[in-house]
């Protein structure tokens, strides 16, 4: 059962999942933060040259299992599978929105 998800994490999850770039930047604030593997990218650009990184080393799929939200986080874990070690692995995706847009996300373990 997929969880409910706010549309732009949804958004974000489709997209990304499709390894549409252009589309899931769309779902970001312009001025957005994603902090993945320790590292913080700011900007659609940024974003952008992130996911097509992670799609090019990875060709990950994420797909969400459960929600949960805490204070001003949406906690989004998910089963991602990919060409990496120990696929599949669960992550956390730690969303932030503002105005139905991501403000920020942090993946970790």
Do not use: C, K
């Not at 930047?25 to 590292?39: K, N, T």
């Not at 929600?67 to 599949?88: K, L, M, N, Q």
Request: no cysteine.
């Amino acid at each position: 059962m997929t969880p409910n998800l706010p549309p732009a994490i949804a958004g974000y999850f489709a997209t990304a999942n499709a390894h549409d770039g252009a589309a899931m930047v769309r779902h970001f604030a312009p001025d957005a933060l994603v902090i993945d593997e320790q590292q913080d990218r700011r900007g659609h650009a940024a974003i952008r040259e992130w996911e097509a990184q992670a799609h090019a080393q990875y060709q990950p799929l994420a797909v969400p299992v459960s929600v949960e939200t805490t204070g001003d986080d949406i906690v989004v874990t998910a089963t991602v599978s990919g060409a990496f070690p120990g696929s599949p692995a669960t992550l956390h995706f730690t969303f932030r929105l503002s105005d139905g847009l991501i403000t920020r996300l942090e993946i970790t373990a």
